[in-house]
């Protein structure tokens, strides 16, 4: 198995889900997907997780954004622990759990890293833009839960660098300024975006193309 890598295609697969079996690619066709894996069902931080997740789902949605876990529990495990994510989170579960008993697709995306214990996975994400490319790869050990509004803060910003020629700075959230891309000559930047401040000859802020008047 090769390592998975920024810009490499996402694997496809299919499985059993608790919103029945999908084909992951046809799933997410069109959109966006934030795939994650967790150690194991009936566990604290994954069950928190589960809740923190859920709650921003709408967040989610609303950047044509679709969520989905996977863990390598069985689909009547998955069934049964869904109730204590609504319990916990205070919001229902509202995205798919895939069932991965037999590993294959944790193995696929590098989901189990042996040092960190046992044969279950460790905490991935993985960012996967519309035309199915790997474009964000986090992994967090078991013991640290992740902070999902940083999840959403890098799809924020991989969406306004995919509309404009410009990256974000760090800290970035939505409405603050942007730095003009390093391959743009100055006279292109000051014709490509207003409010323009030349900081270094390589940082230049700019205000996000949408607010040039
Ligand atoms: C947890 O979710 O609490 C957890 C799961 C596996 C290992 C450590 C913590």
């Keep these: 198995m090769a390592t998975l890598r920024l ?39 994954c069950t928190t997780e589960l809740g923190a997740s859920a709650r921003l789902a709408d967040e989610f949605e609303r950047r044509n954004t679709k969520m989905i876990a996977l863990s390598v529990d069985s689909i009547e495990d998955h069934r049964g622990w869904a109730p204590d994510i609504g319990d916990v989170g205070g919001t229902d579960l509202n995205f798919p759990i895939v069932a991965d008993p037999d590993r294959e697709i944790a193995v696929a995306y590098d989901m189990i890293h ?4 046992d044969t279950s996975t460790v905490r991935s994400v993985f960012v996967i833009d519309p035309a199915d490319t790997i474009r964000l790869i986090l992994v967090y050990p078991k013991s640290v839960g992740r902070n999902f509004a940083e999840i959403l803060r890098v799809v ?11 990256a974000t700075p760090a800290d970035w959230v939505p409405g603050q300024r942007l730095i003009a891309s390093a391959g743009l000559s100055i006279d292109e930047v000051n014709a490509q975006f207003v409010n323009v401040e030349e900081v270094k000859p390589y940082l230049r802020f700019v205000d996000a193309p949408s607010e040039k008047g």
């Design 114 to 117: 042996p040092g960190e214990g």
């Design 7 to 45: 810009g490499d295609p996402a694997p496809g697969f299919t499985a059993d889900t608790t919103d029945g079996p999908i084909d992951f690619l046809a799933w997410k066709r069109g959109a966006w997907a934030v795939f994650f894996s967790h150690p194991a069902d009936y566990t604290p931080v």
């Design 156 to 166: 924020d910003a991989l969406q306004m660098t995919d509309r404009a020629p410009v």
